[in-house]
């Protein structure tokens, strides 16, 4: 807010979207690193230069579906936009603005299922049985635990310390 000489408060000053962009840039460079600070910049940019207002205060949910229908004109896919507009509304949300958008108002983003991606050899050849070269084995080896010989047999080493429940 603005005060005159008297103490008395004035019509709150208008933030510009020019200034607002600069407080989140500083912000988001001593958190992030520079590449993330760049592309905030162009995002932000790209933003105030496609929606054409010059205060904070002007900027409504009309305003966001404007950009989102620019980013669908230019043929971005609905992730590309769905990313774009959250950070636009991160943006937004750090200068106190609401949530703006609805839970439905995003574009939905759907996985591409691979097609064809295998032809027969590759499944031929991994159908095939897989050897493994065998360890080494002696007729004794060392028990780990209690530090006995015992034979190598497909039994695993007794246990003596080991109390039965009843």
């Known amino acids: 807010m603005v005060v005159n000489g008297k103490g008395q408060s004035k019509v709150p000053s208008r933030k510009t979207i020019a200034e607002a962009i600069q407080s989140y840039l500083r912000e988001v460079h001593t958190l992030r ?8 910049k162009w995002l932000l940019d790209l933003f105030a230069s496609v929606i ?16 989102m229908a620019y980013l669908k004109n230019a043929d971005k896919s609905p992730k590309t936009i769905r990313c774009r507009l959250s950070t636009i509304e991160t943006f937004l949300k750090k200068q106190g603005f609401p949530k703006l958008l609805l839970q439905g108002d995003l574009p ?8 064809d991606c295998y032809t027969e050899a590759p ?3 991994s159908s095939l049985p897989v050897e ?6 002696s007729p004794t080896t060392t028990n780990v635990r209690s530090g006995r010989n015992f034979k190598s047999t497909n039994h695993p080493p007794p246990f003596k310390n080991l109390k039965q429940r009843s």
């Open 33 to 40: 690193r520079q590449r993330s600070m760049e592309r905030d």
């Open 108 to 115: 939905r983003v759907t996985k591409k299922l691979a097609k």
């Open 132 to 137: 493994f070269p065998r360890a080494p084995t």
């Open 123 to 125: 499944i031929y050849r």
């Open 52 to 67: 054409g207002k010059t205060y904070m205060n002007e900027v409504s949910r009309d305003t966001l579906f404007f950009s």
